[in-house]
T-cell receptor, first 112, second 114 residues
Framework: GQNIDQPTEMTATEGAIVQINCTYQTSGFNGLFWYQQHAGEAPTFLSYNVLDGLEEKGRFSSFLSRSKGYSYLLLKELQMKDSASYLCAVRDQASGTYKYIFGTGTRLKVLA | DTEVTQTPKHLVMGMTNKKSLKCEQHMGHRAMYWYKQKAKKPPELMFVYSYEKLSINESVPSRFSPECPNSSLLNLHLHALQPEDSALYLC?????????????FGQGTRLTVV
């Protein structure tokens, strides 16, 4: 089966740094994606990891450890507009077809 | 063009109605997906189409019937739905292969079953 877990809610202050963790168990791991979703809107792609290590993209960085089944998204210099849900998604290939399975999601509130 | 377009944006239907949700992309993606998302929950995968063929059905009730008429279009036909089926229905597409190929999502159809 598949299990992808994230903290439900986090709160941080404008200008700060926040780390959102994701742990996963899947049988056909083929990459880990982070998406941002504002309420009532579509998820938008933030970052991708398939090999171990850190990927940096501006204010956002994502880390992956495949042996530990662990990833995190790091958001720096937080802005009010970063208040959103952050979704960790594993691309799974166990059935021979790629599918994107989402974690439980983390609602981030950025306070002034 | 990196857009996935879904219509309608909002839909209210009765439990005896038949309606369809539509999704369109022109990115040349050959994998297309339907997800269901309830409030404050993550998207749940319903169906995957690969090269216009249904590859994955995540045990979705038969009152939801997907269709992929061509490589750019994906439909979801709805019949005899229940109030608990009210949700945001998201369509997504991706290149079929692996690599750095994220799934692109449409804005969704917010469905209310009355």
């Amino acid at each position: 089966g598949q299990n992808i877990d994230q903290p439900t809610e986090m709160t941080a202050t404008e200008g700060a740094i926040v780390q959102i963790n994701c742990t996963y168990q899947t049988s056909g791991f083929n990459g880990l994606f982070w998406y941002q979703q504002h309420a009532g809107e579509a998820p938008t792609f933030l970052s991708y990891n398939v090999l171990d290590g850190l990927e940096e993209k501006g204010r956002f960085s994502s880390f992956l450890s495949r042996s530990k089944g662990y990833s995190y998204l790091l958001l720096k210099e937080l802005q009010m507009k970063d208040s959103a849900s952050y979704l960790c998604a594993v691309r799974d290939q166990a059935s021979g077809t790629y599918k994107y399975i989402f974690g439980t999601g983390t609602r981030l509130k950025v306070l002034a | 063009d990196t857009e996935v377009t879904q219509t309608p944006k909002h839909l209210v239907m009765g439990m005896t109605n038949k309606k369809s949700l539509k999704c369109e992309q022109h990115m040349g993606h050959r994998a297309m997906y339907w997800y269901k998302q309830k409030a404050k929950k993550p998207p749940e995968l319903m169906f995957v189409y690969s090269y216009e063929k249904l590859s994955i059905n995540e045990s979705v009730p038969s009152r939801f019937s997907p269709e992929c008429p061509n490589s750019s279009l994906l439909n979801l036909h709805l019949h005899a739905l229940q109030p608990e089926d009210s949700a945001l229905y998201l369509c997504a597409s991706s290149l079929r292969g692996g690599g750095n190929t994220e799934a692109f999502f449409g804005q969704g159809t917010r469905l209310t079953v009355v």
